[in-house]
């Protein structure tokens, strides 16, 4: 079972674009092409109507040259406890309990628990310079495109492909594991946040 956003959070997040995208005069269709997230998807997800990735949002942050974590309002001043933004109904979750951002790079914390078959798919977001993984509990199995790697307990490693990547509890057991997520952000100029070619200015004329 691979989960999915819990629809509290789905909800919120959706008020939340669309009022970014208002606030910047940006059109659907102008915030598709910064985000290069389809029109349709982009409605849906406004709407709450769509379970979109953290990959999809953090695209869409971008465009709208904030971080996923800004847009769910996670950040120093928040409850240690965090927002839970994942879950499957067998009992799996992850929890965002931080983000600093800088002009450059965002820096997430996360709190995951895996159980049995339950899967997490992670990747094909926005560049990520690094992603660090600290088992506290059980065994952690991280698949990508080039290799498996398992994690037990205390153990760390580094997600280092450029691609999408899987994270399960390693022979289908249990696994509780801290992530640390270090997302580059848009660079920014006088003319505003720029995704690929496109600065949000000329998205707003096109």
């Known amino acids: 079972m691979s989960g999915g956003m819990r629809p509290a959070v789905v909800e919120q997040l959706g008020e ?24 349709r998807m ?13 990959a999809i949002l953090d695209r869409i942050a971008a465009g709208l040259g904030t971080t996923f974590a800004a847009l769910m309002g996670v950040g120093a001043g928040d409850a240690p406890e965090g927002v839970e933004i994942w879950s499957t109904s067998t009992g799996s979750w992850a929890v965002l309990l931080d983000a600093v951002d800088t002009e450059t790079l965002s820096v997430e914390t996360w709190k995951w628990k895996l159980l049995g078959e ?4 992670g990747g094909g977001g926005i560049p990520l310079p690094g992603l660090m993984h600290h088992v506290v509990e059980g065994a952690l199995e991280i698949e990508t495109a080039e ?9 760390s490693g580094r ?9 399960r509890a390693h022979q289908g057991q249990a696994a509780v594991y801290f ?20 600065t949000i200015e000329e998205a707003r004329h096109e």
């Open 147 to 155: 290799a498996v790697e398992v994690i037990e307990a205390g153990g």
């Open 42 to 54: 982009l409605t849906q997800i406004e709407l709450g109507q769509a379970n979109p990735s953290v």
């Open 16 to 39: 939340r674009i669309r009022s970014a995208r208002q606030e910047l005069d940006l059109s659907v269709g102008a915030l598709a092409e910064l985000s290069e997230v389809s029109r």
């Open 179 to 198: 992530s640390v997520a270090m997302l580059a952000r848009p660079a920014r100029d006088g003319a505003g946040a720029t995704v690929g070619s496109t």
């Open 159 to 167: 997600v280092t492909t450029g691609g999408s990547y899987r994270c």
């Open 118 to 121: 339950d899967v997490y798919e």
